[in-house]
């Protein structure tokens, strides 16, 4: 898309739409400097034009300066715009500011008047499932699916669901497609690996958690509660008179000492970064989505704590503390 966006403004210099679409685009790719130039070079010639605005709001957020992007979007109207997309990456400013009663208000509000921005419901269905309500979590994913059914953080989501539910074929089914497409997702790995131990099938559970060890994508602070996990395996293993072999657990520790360095695996995503599954659709500053962690496995969802329908987040954070 960048490339035919740039071919024609090459024979259409003046087509500040184009440059718009190309300033989003380029955003989605990464490419802030590029996409800032073109968003300015737009504003210069056309000052009202909304996807620029938006486009250099997304860039401030990515950049984490969130009092810029704030100031971008309230020249659009803020929280009272009657844009869903700018109402979402609002509702994404208020979850930066640890504001997830306001945030939640502001998702409710863009899908009431755009129910087809699948990022704003996306961002409802974590924030739900943050604080466990579970079943409408679950709703908020379904539908996404159902508009897109290679959402790949979708069916991450509504697996985890799953999987906490009791529903292990469903889950397992789901996270099996997410790695059909993409074979090095490490919260799929680890998720798979969890229900596959859980069912007692121990040597396809290891072979899930060798994946994620050998996986680039894993991080090195992760490796403890894989080994963990493995450990746990093993003692099931013996128990039943299985052991592993000397090959495989010098693969694992070989697999450990490679693996990059940073942050911990845990079993559930809640993505908090202002972007877009690339696995399902385009990126655009119009649909910010909050993030789920694709570098690490999401934590688990603990089934025996009490959930509750309240939207009031604050009571919500009683309960489960």
Not at 119 to 138: E, H, I, S, T
């Amino acid at each position: 898309m960048a490339e035919a966006l740039k071919k024609h403004l090459r024979d259409n210099p003046s087509d500040y739409d184009a440059m718009a679409a190309l300033a989003s685009v380029e955003t989605a790719l990464g490419e802030l400097e590029s996409a800032e130039d073109h968003a300015r070079d737009v504003l210069r010639h056309d000052q009202k034009n909304k996807s620029a605005r938006k486009t250099l709001a997304e860039i401030a957020m990515r950049r984490n300066n969130h009092d810029m992007a704030a100031l971008l979007l309230n020249d659009l109207g803020g929280a009272q715009s009657k844009d869903s997309s700018v109402l979402n990456m609002m509702a994404m400013i208020e979850l930066k500011r640890n504001n997830n009663t306001g945030a939640m208000s502001l998702f409710k509000k863009a899908l009431r008047l755009n129910s087809d921005d699948l990022a704003a419901r996306m961002n409802l269905g974590v924030l739900l499932l943050k604080y466990r309500q579970m079943d409408q979590a679950a709703v908020e994913f379904e539908r996404v699916l159902k508009s897109v059914p290679n959402h790949t953080d979708a069916k991450l989501h509504l697996a985890i669901i799953q999987s906490a539910r009791g529903q292990r074929e469903s889950a397992e089914k789901m996270f099996r497609q997410v790695l059909s497409v993409d074979d090095q997702n490490p919260i799929a790995l680890y998720n798979l690996a969890v229900l596959l131990k859980e069912d007692g099938r121990y040597n396809e559970a290891v072979s899930y958690l060798k994946a994620y060890l050998r996986s680039t994508r894993g991080k090195s602070s992760d490796n403890e509660q894989v080994l963990t996990l493995i450990d746990s395996i093993q003692h099931h293993q013996n128990a039943r008179g299985e052991k592993f072999s000397d090959d495989d657990i010098e693969s694992m520790a070989v697999a450990d000492k490679g693996a990059s360095s940073e942050s911990k695996p845990e079993k559930v995503a809640t993505k908090n970064s202002p972007e877009q599954n690339s696995n399902s659709r385009p990126k655009e500053a119009s649909s910010t989505v909050v993030k789920s962690n694709e570098e690490a496995p999401p934590p688990a969802v603990d089934e025996n704590k009490s959930t509750t329908d309240d939207d009031d987040i604050s009571s919500l954070e009683k309960t489960l503390q």
